[in-house]
């Protein structure tokens, strides 16, 4: 599955990325989910400091893209 979500502009900054991803990582604990990956760009600051304010693991960057890992 795919977990997305946009904040609007005048939200940003706020802290609401690194809530909405804790949220949706609680939810796949309650699933008994053992690790989850996930990617973000690579010249996407705010998306990726979010995945790695979660505990993202840094595993690979192809092509202009990170790719991360999050022990649960």
Same mark, same amino acid.
């Given at each position: 599955? !795919?977990?997305?979500? /946009?904040i609007?502009? =005048?939200?940003?900054?706020?802290? #609401?990325g690194? %809530?909405?991803? $804790? ?8 699933? !008994?989910?053992?690790? /989850?990956?996930c990617? =973000?760009?690579?010249?996407n600051? #705010?998306?990726f %400091?979010?995945? $790695? ?10 092509n ?9």
């Amino acid at each position: 599955g !795919n977990l997305f979500y /946009v904040i609007r502009k =005048s939200f940003r900054g706020k802290g #609401y990325g690194n %809530r909405i991803l $804790e949220l949706g990582l609680d939810e796949l604990r309650k699933m !008994n989910y053992k690790e /989850v990956y996930c990617q =973000s760009s690579s010249n996407n600051i #705010y998306s990726f %400091r979010v995945i $790695e304010n979660n505990g993202g693991i840094l595993i690979d960057e192809v092509n202009g893209t990170k790719y991360y890992k999050i022990n649960l």
